[in-house]
C-alpha cells in the first residue's frame, strides 16, 4: 500500500512564500503521475499542479507564475513551492499519486494566507 505524507502547510502572510513536500513511501520511478489538490473551504477539490514520471508539468490557471512543481527522486519526494501567496490560496493541499493499482492521497496538510 502506497502511503503519501504531506508537510509544510501552516500560516503565511500574502505575498510570502511556503514549501509543501510529500514523501511517498515507494520509489517515485513506480509511480506514473503526482499532483497536487487543494479544497477551500466550501468550494470542490480542484487541482494545483501535476508533474509526470517524465518531468513534464502543468498548472492551474490561478498559480502559474507563482507556483512550482518539483520532484526529488533521490528522496521519493514532490515539492510545491509557493509564492507571492494570496488570501484565495488558503486552502487544505492534498498530494496525490497514480499508481499501478489506482489513485493514492495523502492526509492533506493546511495553508491559510492571512495577515
Known amino acids: 500500500q502506497v502511503q503519501l505524507v504531506e508537510s509544510g502547510g501552516g500560516l503565511e502572510q500574502p505575498g510570502g512564500s511556503l514549501r509543501l513536500s510529500c514523501a511517498a513511501s515507494?520509489?517515485?520511478?513506480?509511480?506514473?503521475?503526482m499532483g497536487w489538490y487543494r479544497q477551500a473551504p466550501g468550494k470542490q477539490r480542484e487541482l494545483v499542479a501535476r508533474i509526470t514520471r517524465g518531468g513534464s508539468t502543468n498548472y492551474a490557471e490561478s498559480v502559474k507564475g507563482r507556483f512550482t512543481i518539483s520532484r526529488n527522486n533521490a528522496k521519493n519526494t514532490v515539492y510545491l513551492q509557493m509564492s507571492s501567496l494570496k488570501p484565495e490560496d488558503t486552502a487544505v493541499y492534498y498530494c496525490?499519486?497514480?499508481?499501478?493499482?489506482?489513485?493514492?492521497w495523502g492526509q492533506g496538510t493546511l495553508v491559510t494566507v492571512s495577515s
Open positions: 496525490n499519486a497514480d499508481v499501478v493499482s489506482g489513485t493514492v
Open positions: 515507494i520509489t517515485i520511478f513506480s509511480i506514473y503521475n
